[in-house]
């Protein structure tokens, strides 16, 4: 880790340097991803035990199977979009495939059918989307998918080129047949000619050349694509083109409708206004339909569920470090792709930095590992405080046998593991139900996103928030059909969870359920105190408390309630009941330290580096970084061996916006020869004096490649400070 | 093939003038023509009519495909190459690098297809695009003829005037003609020319009649209004298909159909929703609720610190520097009133658009209106690069200036204030404009 904390600050530096963070950032990650499954990395541990070996593929499994679901989940969800996107391919170019002679079709303009997909700000999320999408199309529509970037495409030339070597390089890919992928190479070879006319006569050829049989033979769908299959061109980042070469592309590639099937895919990232903005000439070449995909948060929310809010998958967080996660999503990125490269690291700190992670695995896995523990092991167990903790509880004799007795602890543990595991199925079960009862609360009292209330449940006794009491009296008052719909959900909760836990909750549930929907059969006519509660203003929170005492003074007063009253307080009481069993927070529990992360700071510190913090701490106290016990100075000053570097940037500290380099270059001798303690009258003393004074330069231009300071016009003998305060 | 006045309407003058400049086959022609008029107003449709039904050997090469001046010669020569060749005869490619070149080629191609005792005529249409050539294009096209010692004419086709192509260092002078944009009559005449076969033309004339009263005040492109035409028809013959009308029932039809025009101009003519779209609605007869137009969805959706990146990005880029200390500094003593307000700043800065600002200034912002404390970490930095990614902020100046970067914001006053409001953070009362 040390080693590690070296390369980030080195990193850091690289990064305040040059501007091209993101650049920079995604070379860090993909240096942190590299550390991290080098197995070597685990056994340079403190102590090379004989189970990292074991740690590394448990971790490695593990990660495995997250990254595998969120892969299938992110399919789901893509899934949606590309089937709207292909029934949109299906109607374009209906006439054009039809050789139409209809009179509208001849007189409208032709436009290029174009797909604008907004895909939200997260542009790190959209690599994979169009990664499937191309694969989707290739599949089931046509060979020719070409995807472009901004950055490729400069200039209509270079843009074209692309193209026509894309759509070109997908001929040769399916084609097996030699002779036909050396004329293509040729064609490669003359890479002048890559104009639209030149890729018209291409695709006429080819096209014709293959007849009525199809073009590909995977392509399975929508026969009538296959004598003329779509051009289509993914133009990923839209916002980054220049309007020059775009509308000169669009005008050029409207001209060859009637001989190219052209189809354009717009990836957006804002909002689709920008094709006007950018287009101001060429709009009317083209067709637009918007698509949307699903927004990221949501996103989210899913992958919350598919990954942490199961027991399908030992590992967890604990409530600061899934803040920190949630909070870089929030706050930062909007990138669920980057969400997950988060967790992965969470996995890899916790299985490194905690021997007994070994125990994080499905539970018949554990059970055998448990019985295989070393004795070292075994006192580690011991050592955990919430282990501590339990058998603080238990009789003196079960305490020594604990303490004393393995084979004792180890039994002990197998209930322990197992009980760990049941609460998690329970807990996940009330914490859905919960979530379904107080997520359609005016004002979400608890969180609208379950993710709230899960972090609030992690971190304390939900019951104790100040927010729990009015959100079940708000709960007292919901209208029948509400109700009805919430109970619906709980019992789909307990349907799509596994196991039979919390014993006959999901009966009772049925059974509540039943009994509304006979009340609703019987008594239409009884709505005596009823006219109430259909009056549930869902966004007026002030009327709402209001009501709500009035409620409560009518309640008091009049005592008697309907039927739905009494048995709304039922279900009530028994969601209240179900909170204060089940929902504790997960470090009460014995063994929690096994399955839980609790590195929040380390997430923090690698996925949200401070570059200018870490830079200004490496230069102001370099001690922190270099540990040499020389450099540990108390008080705030400059300890003169330090690094010249180090000196010159705490000297500069002191100054204003303009630095006068003289003065700078004396302070900086004074600190330096105070070290040396050289006569200053000695005859070395002119040679050492020029040595300083190289010295200084070199400091000082050191401090100007890291962005420090910067040379001036201003004034003469002077720089200027690029930086303000003290980092 | 149909005589060309009854294909090309309206356009009588300048066709007999350039029948007339064209002469007979054998003899030399003007040896550059320059086309000018706007959009839609028939350049290269009457060219192309012409030389076609006249049976001129021709070459048309539209600019825009050309981005670069060889794919441009050779358009031209392989064009050439193709004259009088029935499809399927093997031509092989031309390949030709400079005007030099090109010249010889040309010369040697004329002699081959045997069209070097008449004029060839070559159409550069879109020849704006030519400005963005080299600057030895131009002036040798003008002079082809005498380059190469063959008939020949060069027409240039464009929508811009003949002064602004003019090389300061002088050039031949193409004979000039100017392609006048359509009367509102004449509109009338070319859009009712092609009326669909199943109904006559006095009912289609009807309906251009009316399509061009919504029309015509917004919008003279031919092409636009055929465009428009083509859609609404069917929703204009709607009530005769049904039996409700007969076909001289003008008053009926009409009502029936200006209110679609009406809503047809607000929508598929800015181009709101697309004509597929609006073709779907007139088909399902359903109100268009549900449908929402492109400017529906402005808003967007940005992480918690980038709203706040943008705010304080809209504030440095419209207030003066000088105001910031009054705005974000706590305790910033005594500034006076009048002393702060100068007359000749106030309600200016936002008629006269964002200034640039330094990344720290932006910064500094950003700490002091983010109530809880933010540290400057690497995805703050990345967030402002998307930002710039995302055109909600430009980098001013050089892509890779290090030190010292300077942004713009680029946002209107209305969407920050939509952003601003997701923050609870009231941006006016931060504005010097708005004090
Ligand atoms: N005089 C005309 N007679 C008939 N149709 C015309 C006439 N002028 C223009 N059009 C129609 O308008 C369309 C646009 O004209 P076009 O020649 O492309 O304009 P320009 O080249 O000046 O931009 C043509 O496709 C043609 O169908
Ligand atoms: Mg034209």
Known sequence: MQKMAATLGFLSVDCLVSFHIKKNYRKFQGLISFLIFSADYFNEGESLSEDSKLRFDTCQLLWQQMKSEAEELQEELNKNLFDKLIEFLEKSHLEFRKKSTNWNYQIKSREIPTAALVLGVNVTDHDLTFKGLTAMLRDTITPYVVSLQAKECPDVKHLLQKLASQVMGCHIDMESTEEEEEECVQLSQKKMHYSMAFLSTWYRNVTQKKGSESVNKKITSSSQWKKSPPIVIILKDIESFSTKVLQDFIIISSQYLHQLPIVLVLGIATSPIIIHRLLPHAVSFLCIELLQSLSCKEHLAKLLDKLLLTTRFPFKLNEKALQVLINIFLYHDFSVQNFIKGLQLAILEHFYSQPLSILCCDLPEVKRRIHSLSEDQCESIRRLPSFMRYVEKQTPEKQVASLTNERFLKGRMERKSLSLHIYHENFFIVLKCLHAFTSSLPKYPLGRQIRELYCACLEKNIWESQEYEPALQLLRMLAKDELMAILHKCVEVFRSSPGKQLGSTAEKLKEFLAQFQSLEESNEEENGSGSQQKGLQKTDLYHLQKSLLEMKELRSSNKKQTKFEVQRDKVVDMIDNLVRKYLFPPDTQTLYEVVYFTGAHTLREHLNAAPRIALHTALNNPYHYLKNQALKSEDDSIPNVAPDICIAYKLHLECSRLINVVDWSEAFATVVTAAEETDPNSTASEEIKEIIHARFIRAVSELELLGFIKPTKQKTDHVARLTWGGC | ?435
């Open chain 2, 1 to 435: 093939m149909l005589p060309l006045e009854n294909v090309v309407l309206c356009r009588e003058s300048q066709v007999s003038s350039l029948m007339a400049l064209f002469g007979e086959r054998h003899h030399f022609s003007f040896p550059s023509i320059f086309i000018y008029g706007h959009k839609a107003s028939g350049k290269t449709y009457v060219m192309k009519t012409l030389l076609k039904t006249s049976e001129l050997p021709h070459v048309i090469v539209n600019c825009v495909e050309c981005f670069t001046s060889r794919i441009l010669l050779e358009q031209i020569l392989n064009q050439l190459n193709c004259l009088h060749y029935s499809e399927d005869e093997y031509t092989s490619h031309i390949a030709c690098d400079s005007f030099n070149d090109f010249v010889r080629l040309f010369k040697k191609v004329t002699q081959e297809r045997g069209v070097d005792d008449q004029t060839v005529y070559i159409v550069l249409d879109k020849a704006e695009y030519l400005r963005e050539m080299e600057a030895n294009l131009l002036p040798a096209f003008l002079r082809l003829q005498e380059l190469t010692n063959r008939n020949v004419t060069v027409i240039f086709l464009s929508q811009i005037v003949w002064e602004k192509f003019r090389p300061n260092t002088g050039c031949f002078e193409p004979f000039v003609m100017y392609f006048p944009d359509y009367s509102i009559g004449h509109l009338q005449k070319i859009l009712s020319h092609d009326h669909p076969p199943e109904y006559s033309a006095d009912f289609y004339a009807a309906y251009i009649n009316i399509l061009l009263g919504v029309f015509y005040t917004v919008c003279r492109d031919l092409k636009e209004l055929r465009h428009l035409a083509a859609l609404n028809f069917s929703k204009y013959c709607e009530p005769v298909v049904k039996g409700e009308a007969n076909e001289r029932d003008t008053r009926k039809l009409w009502r029936n159909i200006e209110p679609h025009l009406k809503k047809a101009m607000q929508t598929v003519y800015l181009r709101e929703i697309s004509s597929s779209q609006w073709e779907k609605l007139q088909q399902d007869d359903t109100e268009m609720g549900q449908l929402k137009g492109l400017s529906a969805h402005a808003h967007i959706e940005l992480p918690y610190y980038s709203k706040f990146i943008l705010i304080a990005a809209y504030l440095a880029s419209y207030n003066p520097t000088r105001t910031d200390k009054r705005f974000f500094l706590k305790h910033h003593g005594k500034i006076k009133k009048t002393n702060f307000m100068k007359k000749h700043e106030k309600t200016s800065n936002h008629l006269l658009g964002p200034k640039p600002f330094p990344l720290d200034r932006l910064l500094a912002i950003l700490y002091s209106i983010v109530d809880s404390r933010v540290a400057p970490t690497s995805n703050i930095f990345s967030q402002i690069t998307s930002l710039v990614t995302l055109q909600l902020l430009t980098l001013v100046g050089h892509e890779d200036q290090l030190d010292g970067p300077k942004y713009k914001c680029t946002v209107s006053l209305d969407f920050v204030r939509a952003i601003a409001r997701t923050v609870n953070f009231d941006i006016i009362k931060y504005l010097y404009d708005f004090l």
